[in-house]
Structures are given as structure tokens and as C-alpha cells.
């Protein structure tokens, strides 16, 4: 099977795909890891990436697609993938379907992590410290906060319909939002 999870930045979905990772075998599909790795490299791409990044910005599409499609066509991963904060736009949306189309695979579960904005604040604060993260200061998460509820609020109308579609309280503990995603999965 293959999961969606999204919400804005700080939400839990990175937590929570790791734990789907453990619990179900399964790859974890980070956006963001895939593009800090590519800013480590310190290619072109990279420093495009670091740019938008550093100005609370999303990353192009074109850029994320790519590096996308070879995860989805690696035959090991097939049907087996978490994607964590992907999609983010319509048009990453729609091209993840195409991929998915081409390689004979579909999404059996989305889950929405709804967080509120003082929380995020707070997490991605305290996320800040614990992971050193370049990205995580105050005037950024507020960017990404906004640039998320703007680009993103689409993404959610998009899958809100799909019968795969679950909402979850994405302020709650770690163990309980891991806990309704398992309810919904029955695993």
C-alpha cells in the first residue's frame, strides 16, 4: 500500500512517517530530506533549493517531480511508499497520479495532520534546536506557515472527497495520532 501524509510544516508528519516505516515496512518518500541531501551536494539544484527554502518558499515543482520519479519507478519501493509532505501543490498532486498510473500503483490512504499555527510555531522551535535545522527560525516557519495554508489549502480540497481521505488532530501526543492512523489502516 501507499500513504499520504501532509499537513503544514511541524505538523508530525515526518514522526509519523517513520513510524509507518518500522511498523509497516515500507520507504519513507521525504521532500525534505531528498532536498537537503541535494543542497549537501552543493549542485545547481541545491542552491536553487536552499534559496526558496531560506526565503519560506516551496521548492519548484519540476525540481521535486524529478527527483520524485525515480523513487516511484525503483521496482524495490513499489507499493510500498509513505510519502511525507508530498504533495504540496496541485501539480504535484496530479503528477503524482500520473506516476502512480504509470507504475501501476494508486494511494490507499491519505492522512491529513490539521495542527494549528501557535503549535507549529512551538514544535518547529523546539525542532529548531533538537535538529539544527537551518530552516527553523521564527520569520521562516511564519513564511512556510502561510506559504503551506495558501499553496496547500488546494491540495487538501483536491483529496478531501477521496473516500482514502482522514482528517486527524494533529495537536494531540505523538503515540495518539500514531494510534488513529493505525485504527484506520486496522493494523
Known sequence: MNIIIFGPPGAGKGTQAKYLVEKLNKFQISTGDMLREEIKKDSEIGKKILNNMNDGKFVDDEIVNKLLERIIFDPLKKNKLIF????????????????????????????????????????????????????????????????????????LDYYANNENFHEIDGSMQINDISQKIEEKLRV
Open 84 to 155: 511525507d509532505g508530498y504533495p504540496r501543490t496541485i501539480n504535484q498532486a496530479k503528477n503524482l497520479e500520473i506516476l502512480l498510473n504509470k507504475s501501476n500503483q494508486k494511494i490507499d490512504y491519505i492522512f491529513f495532520l490539521n495542527v494549528n499555527k501557535d503549535a507549529i510555531i512551538k514544535r518547529i522551535e523546539k525542532r529548531k534546536v533538537l535538529e539544527k535545522r537551518s530552516d527553523d527560525d521564527a520569520s521562516t516557519i511564519l513564511k512556510r506557515y502561510e506559504t503551506y495554508m495558501e499553496v496547500t489549502k488546494p491540495v
